[in-house]
Structure formats: structure tokens, C-alpha cells
């Protein structure tokens, strides 16, 4: 087996020629057209708002008592701000605080999706960083479709539902899967297009809605901080209105200048980069804390790949719905952040005590997941709470937004309670609500190949490539999709320079792909790059790097930049006590942070469950 070194300069090259295959399969040949940048119609502008306490504002004063109070209301907006009277009006929801100093104006921000909650995360952010408080007017929102916004909804029939064929891992690229994979996706579309709203779930139309709010709150211009897919919603409103932007930090990047298809063919590559180099040497150096999985990357390796075996001959054999593919879901979303190395590893211990001792229901019980904690050294455990690992696996009764907060919502496990849902239909024809698919949004913003055999071919290539989770996209609903895209050519024209923040190893936004971007908007860009850093999500999240946060602090709070892109260190991970070079595009080029500085940051638990949550739902 290669070392985690040679495999991560394999991949770091072999990733660009299906984004290259694809991307060209996927775009149409006369290229995206802009669309036209719709007037607001008064009567929105002038519409009372019903302003109350938020139900987080407690929470908020609780993390920072001197917070101002932050407000919550529902706006009405366009179905389609090209066609504001065709369809009736939708609803999002907002949160506000007016800043406690001399403003320099509105801010907002969003966590990543598509899809994620936002209405809190303004605010969370301001505990982080109190001066947000002071120095900025702050907004929070839920993007439409989502949260507590005018919900999307994916509707099927109970019969169509009961139809859907099964197979027993995804991994396995066999007829079967193929079969599966084509029937969900089709499902998958025909569901999220049922309703008339389902065309208009898109950045484009919620980057109308961002500017509405600008205008409602009558700003200048708006500043913001996004993550994940909150940097596509960014980059496209600085495209969208490039005169309305303030100061713009883009954390952990989509590659926004090209295709959906070609951000979610990054995935595969990028989640066992960050697996091999990172989290599997991590356990090996931890052996001494960590019972039973390895003390060499090698052997930690392994054992995930004995386990997940295991799980998968217990399906076949119809003793349990445990899935090795599941496992795979959990892992890839836990090591989006660093402190999670320590939930992902439970996830794995769970999981060999499961397979150790098969229980009669098939299913994980609390037996196992206290086993597992207890194979966990107290220095780990102080990253987590066995509180927690219990919810994730709901083995103990749990609100609502603790379980959201810990569970990961994959589009099966979607489908799994809408099939308990039709089994109480009283007929095969009644509807059935699947849930708000934010895959929608992808589907709506550029466009994809309807080629089911490009997907199939695609899925089994990199399922051999990369073995950790190279089946991850499979066949995308997209391909069936029978709205037309809404996307855009992204070049900035006319934009201020924003900032972009990227970590080196980042399972879920490739450094390569961000990079891209950069390259692609560099009169408009500057880029900040963090050497031998994964995680998902930097600026004020984690505080990881020091130097990074101070580019970020400066330009928020000050306007600004560097001139010219920087190359920064980190802080090592829980419970190391030094940063271990990792093999990878940085290489090289970052000065480490003084050891005085290397401490492991103080967590937000706002930030975290927020952005757990938005991690949880990636694999919808």
C-alpha cells in the first residue's frame, strides 16, 4: 500500500481529468448567459414587518451577555424575481441587530449546503468575535426553500416510494447498484420538481433575495462571510452586483467560476486525501489513546476496510441494517472539522463493536456505543461527550436539534422515513413528503449531462480510484431534471477585491478547485492559503491559524488586504502537540506559527452546531 504521502501526490494529479471529462460533458456549448438583474417591485420594500425576540437570543447573551438583541421576522419575496406576479409570493426568514457602535454597515453571512440554515450563524459569529457586535449592523437568514424559510417540498406517492429498488452497498459496482442509482435519481427529480416552487430554489433567485434584503434594510452595500457553498451564494452575488459589495470573506471555496458537476467530482478525491494524509495517521499516532484500530496508517486502514466488510456480509445475510456505506457517510462529514476526528473515530469503534457482537434488532444499541466510548482515552473523551455519541446514534431520547446536530441526513436515510410514512398511507397514490432536497439547488444553477451512463461510468472509475468513498456521487437527480439552469460566466467585472480563505487538505471544498477560482477572479480576489490544514470552515469557525484570522480580522474590521496572496500556518491537531507536515500543494510556501500560538483554539458551541448540522445534511 502507498504511503499517505505518494498517495496524496497521486491523487492531487489524478483528480483533473474527470473534472475535465465532465465538465465538458456538462456545459452547454454556447456557455452560461447572465440573467437579467430583476427591479424590486415597491410593494415588497413597503410590506410591515412583524418583528419579535428570535428563539436563539437567549442562547446568543448567553455566550456574550453585552449582545444586542436579535430580532426575528418572515419577508415576503418573489416566487421568481423575473416574474414577481406569475406564482405567489414565498416567505424567508430573517434575523437583525442593530450594531451597539458606530456602524460600518450590514453584514451577513451563510454556512454552506446548499441548503443550510443560516438564521443564527450572524449572530454565533458575533459571540466569536464580539466586535461584529460593535462595528456592524447583523442579519441572519434561512435561504429560501429551507429552515424557517417557505420549505421545499419533494413530493412522491407512497406507491412510487415502495417501488424503489434497494441494494446492499453502493460501493459494490454492480447491476444492481446501477439500478438503484438511476431509479433514486429519477425519483429524486421527480419529487423536488412536483411543486411549482421547485424551479426557483436556486443561488440566482436567492441572490435576489440577498439583495432585496439589503435594500429593505437600506444599505449601501452588504458585507459577507460565507463558507462552503456559502462562497458559490457569494460569488455569485458579486457577480450578480458587483457595485452592492462590501467586504466579502469566502472560507473553504467551491471551485464557483465552473459547474456544480465539476464541484461534487472534487468530492471523491478530496474526502480521501483528507482521510489517508490526516485522520487515519492521526488514530495511528493516538494508538496509545485508542483502543484496537492501529498504530500505523497502514494497519488503521485496514481495520476500516475489515469492519466495513463485516457490516456489509451482515446486510447481505439480512441480520442488519447497519450499512458499510453509511459508515462511509459518517467518517467523510466528521473529518470536515478537526475536533471531530474524535466523533469520526467512535463512529468507527461503534462499528467494531457492532460487527464484534451483532445484535438481535440489527441495529446499534446502547451497549456498543458505551463500549466504544470506553476504548477512548480520557484525554480524547474531553473533545466530546458520550451524551453526544448516544444522540448520534439515538440510543437515548434527544430534542430535535441535538439529533440534527449529530446525525448525518443522507438522501437514503431520507428516503428510509418516507418510507415509514407511506407504510401509514391509506393508499398507494397519497403523497408523500420526502424532505428538502438541496441537491434542487445544484440542479437549478448549472447545467448537467442527462447521460446516465456517463454517471454510471464516472461512479465505477472513481469507486477504483479512490476506495474510501469514490461512489459517493453515483447518478445525480440533476440528470433528470426538467427545469433549465439559471447559471451564470463568473468573471467579477466591476467587483471590489474579496477575500478568499482555503486549508490545504479540506475534504469538502478541494484547495485545488478553490484555487481554480482564484485564478479564474484574480483581478478581484486575493487568496489566503493554509499549509498542512483541513479543516472545513477557518475564519472565526476554529481559529486554527492565527495568521489567517488576523487577514480576516484586518479586512473585515478594517477593509484591508494583503497585497499580495498569503501562505499561512496552523495549530495541531486535538491532542497532538506539534503540527505534522503534510505532502500537498502548499508545500513549502507557509511560515509556521510560533509554538506560543500553537494551542488548540476554544470552540463556539453555536459555530459547532451549526456547522455540524450543515455537515450532517451534505449527503443529501
Known amino acids: 500500500m502507498p504511503s499517505p504521502r505518494k498517495l496524496a501526490a497521486a491523487v492531487a494529479v489524478a483528480v483533473l481529468v474527470p473534472l475535465l471529462t465532465a465538465t465538458t460533458s456538462a456545459t452547454a456549448a454556447s456557455g452560461p448567459k447572465d440573467p437579467a438583474v430583476p427591479a424590486i417591485p415597491q410593494r415588497y420594500l413597503d410590506q410591515p414587518i412583524n418583528w419579535s425576540v428570535c428563539s436563539f437570543d437567549a442562547t446568543i447573551k448567553r455566550g456574550y451577555p453585552q449582545a444586542p438583541t436579535t430580532n426575528c421576522a418572515k419577508v415576503n419575496v418573489p416566487m421568481d424575481w423575473a416574474h414577481p406576479d406569475a406564482h405567489p409570493d414565498v416567505q424567508v426568514a430573517i434575523s437583525y441587530s442593530k450594531a451597539t457602535g458606530t456602524s460600518k454597515g450590514l453584514l451577513t453571512s451563510n454556512p454552506g449546503g446548499p441548503g443550510g440554515a443560516g438564521l443564527n450563524l450572524t449572530a454565533s459569529l458575533g459571540v466569536s468575535k464580539p466586535q461584529l457586535f460593535s462595528d456592524f449592523d447583523l442579519f441572519g437568514f434561512d435561504p429560501r426553500g429551507f ?32 439500478k438503484v442509482e438511476v431509479a433514486e435519481a429519477k425519483f429524486y427529480a421527480d419529487a423536488c420538481s412536483a411543486t411549482e416552487f421547485g424551479q426557483f430554489v436556486s443561488s440566482q433567485q436567492t441572490v435576489y433575495d440577498m439583495d432585496f434584503l439589503r435594500a429593505l434594510f437600506k444599505a449601501r452595500q452588504l458585507n459577507f462571510i460565507g463558507y462552503s457553498y456559502g462562497t458559490w451564494l457569494g460569488g455569485w452575488y458579486a457577480d450578480t452586483y458587483p457595485s452592492k459589495v462590501g467586504r466579502f470573506v469566502l472560507d473553504s471555496n467551491m471551485d464557483w467560476t465552473h459547474t456544480q458537476w465539476a464541484n461534487v467530482n472534487f468530492d471523491p478525491f478530496s474526502g480521501q486525501r483528507r482521510r489517508d494524509t490526516q485522520f487515519f495517521p492521526w488514530i495511528a499516532r493516538h494508538a496509545d489513546q485508542i483502543s484496537g484500530l492501529g498504530s500505523t496508517p497502514a494497519q488503521v486502514t485496514a481495520k476500516y476496510n475489515g469492519i466495513r466488510a463485516s457490516l456489509t456480509t451482515l446486510v447481505k445475510a439480512g441480520e442488519s441494517s447497519v450499512r458499510g456505506d453509511d459508515l462511509d457517510g459518517l467518517i467523510y462529514s466528521a473529518i470536515y472539522n478537526n475536533t471531530r476526528f474524535i466523533r469520526a473515530t ?52 434527544a430534542t430535535a436539534s441535538a439529533v440534527a446536530a449529530t446525525q448525518v441526513d443522507s438522501l437514503r436515510s431520507l428516503i428510509a422515513e418516507a418510507k415509514m410514512s407511506a407504510a401509514r398511507a391509506k393508499s398507494g397514490d397519497e403523497l408523500v413528503n420526502v424532505g428538502a432536497i438541496s ?25 477504483k480510484k479512490y476506495d474510501f468513498f469514490g461512489y459517493l456521487n453515483g447518478v445525480p437527480m440533476c440528470a433528470f431534471w426538467k427545469y433549465a439552469p439559471q447559471d451564470r460566466k463568473l468573471d467579477l467585472t466591476g467587483s471590489p477585491r474579496i477575500l478568499i480563505v482555503q486549508s490545504e487538505m479540506d475534504p469538502a471544498t478541494a484547495y485545488e478547485g478553490s484555487l481554480r477560482t482564484h485564478n479564474d477572479t484574480k483581478n478581484a480576489t486575493r487568496f489566503v492559503a493554509i499549509d498542512d490544514e483541513g479543516q472545513h470552515g477557518q475564519y472565526i469557525l476554529g481559529n486554527r491559524s492565527a495568521c489567517a484570522e488576523q487577514i480576516g480580522d484586518r479586512y473585515i474590521f478594517t477593509g484591508e488586504l494583503p497585497a499580495k496572496d498569503q501562505f499561512c500556518g496552523t495549530t495541531p491537531l486535538p491532542g497532538d502537540l506539534s503540527v505534522y507536515p503534510v505532502k500537498g500543494p502548499v508545500d513549502g510556501k507557509s511560515v509556521h506559527l510560533p509554538k506560543s500560538k500553537a494551542a488548540t483554539p476554544k470552540a463556539n458551541p453555536l459555530l459547532q452546531q451549526v456547522m455540524d448540522t450543515v455537515a450532517a445534511s451534505t449527503l443529501r
Open 346 to 397: 467512535l463512529d468507527v469503534l461503534v462499528h467494531d463493536e457492532f460487527t464484534k457482537a451483532p445484535t438481535a434488532s440489527g441495529k446499534i444499541e446502547l451497549a456498543q456505543v458505551d463500549a466504544a466510548w470506553a476504548r477512548l482515552a480520557p484525554e480524547l473523551q474531553k473533545f466530546d461527550t458520550l451524551a453526544a455519541l448516544r444522540t448520534r446514534y439515538g440510543v437515548t431520547p
Open 439 to 463: 441537491t434542487t439547488v445544484r440542479c437549478n444553477d448549472t447545467a448537467w449531462s442527462k447521460d446516465t451512463n456517463f454517471y454510471l461510468k464516472e461512479a465505477d472509475k472513481m469507486a
Open 147 to 178: 429552515g424557517a424559510s417557505t420549505p421545499l417540498q419533494c413530493l412522491a406517492s407512497a406507491e412510487d416510494l415502495a417501488a424503489l429498488p434497494v441494494t446492499p452497498d453502493y460501493k459494490e459496482r454492480t447491476k444492481q447498484t446501477h
